[in-house]
């Protein structure tokens, strides 16, 4: 009754105030509740990104429905969650999906005046733990008030596109040999016949096709978690048990992030960098890549990463082979 009061109450008022509009728009005349006139004079910008949120919640209600997995997140899942204590802000960093950047931002965020502008800030300080607080650093009290109350985000990019850039980045130059020594020698031993001593030392020429190898892998699961770098956004930031608020896309990288920077009211102050970099990986460089890869590796990889694909709505790419 009360619901229905207030709807003929909205209904009189429209009558009264736009009587002339609603004479030519006939069509019109239909009452409406608070919340359905509230969502239908919503921006285009907050139209969009509810709509991001819905298709997660509905990702995340058919993966319940049909798995018989259960578990409640520990701090330890929560250690890609950045806080941002003066402007309420939790920012889920997502590698390969402009995290350097935000990490900057952040920094910009929560220096109280240190910094002011974020490419000021050398991209390896941009990753020292120590620069910015995560929320796995609270007690379970905090973490729960913090994700109930702060604003919280995060940044997606295409699957395939984020799994090429993380290869080209870390197998395919020559300073990450960090990453060749814990990774790329395991890989070579596992993967090549034939191996020469120096792969096998130095694991310094990693294909792409032996990384997929190592991803579908068995074994590898049973290593543990994946690489941040290629671990699925699923893992790395539990969007079917945080309810984020905003999700972003590589894809509209700028828009998105400025439009971020203006729900926390900074937006006239801070801009989020420009990102013009000639190396970036593309869908036709994906599509390359992915030429050489058998189909039924093509299809455990699609398997593996489906539930990043089907949460942030985006399609099966036309370069896969599925069938």
Avoid at 216 to 243: F, K, M, S
Avoid at 291 to 310: E, G, M, P, R, V
Wanted: hydrophobic share 35%; aromatic share 14%; glycine share 4%.
């Amino acid at each position: 009754m009360r619901m229905s009061r207030i709807c003929r109450m909205v209904f009189a008022t429209c009558l009264g105030s736009f009587i002339l509009v609603i004479f030519y728009f006939q069509s019109m005349f239909q009452p409406v509740c608070v919340d359905e006139w509230h969502l239908a004079w919503q921006p285009p910008a907050a139209v969009l990104h509810q709509a991001r949120r819905d298709q997660v919640v509905d990702a995340c209600r058919v993966y319940s429905a049909s798995s018989r997995k259960r578990r409640v997140l520990t701090p330890g899942d929560l250690k890609h969650l950045v806080v941002d204590e003066d402007h309420e802000l939790i920012y889920c960093y997502v590698p390969k999906v402009a995290c350097t950047n935000w990490k900057r931002v952040m920094m910009v965020l929560t220096g109280r005046g240190k910094y002011s502008n974020p490419m000021e800030i050398p991209s390896n300080e941009a990753h020292v733990p120590s620069n910015l607080k995560t929320l796995n650093q609270y007690s379970i009290a905090e973490i729960n008030h913090r994700l109930k109350n702060y604003l919280k985000f995060l940044f997606v990019r295409e699957p395939f596109e984020r799994l090429v850039s993380a290869y080209r980045n870390k197998f395919t130059l020559k300073y990450n040999s960090s990453f060749h020594k814990r990774f790329g020698t395991r890989i070579v031993r596992r993967y090549r016949k034939n191996a020469t001593q120096d792969a096998l030392l130095n694991g310094a020429d990693v294909k792409f096709k032996e990384f997929v190898e190592y991803l579908v892998d068995p074994a590898t699961q049973r290593d543990g978690p994946l690489n941040e770098h290629w671990q699925t956004v699923y893992q790395l930031c539990h969007p079917c048990h945080i309810h984020y608020d905003m999700v972003g896309k590589y894809e509209t990288l700028e828009e998105d992030a400025n439009y971020v920077l203006q729900l926390v009211g900074v937006g006239d102050s801070l801009r989020f960098p420009s990102y013009a970099k000639s190396t970036r990986t593309t869908d036709a460089m994906t599509a390359q890549f992915f030429s050489n890869i058998s189909t039924q590796q093509q299809i455990q990889l699609y398997q593996l990463y489906k539930l990043d694909f089907l949460m942030f709505n985006y399609s099966i790419p036309s370069y896969l082979r599925l069938d």
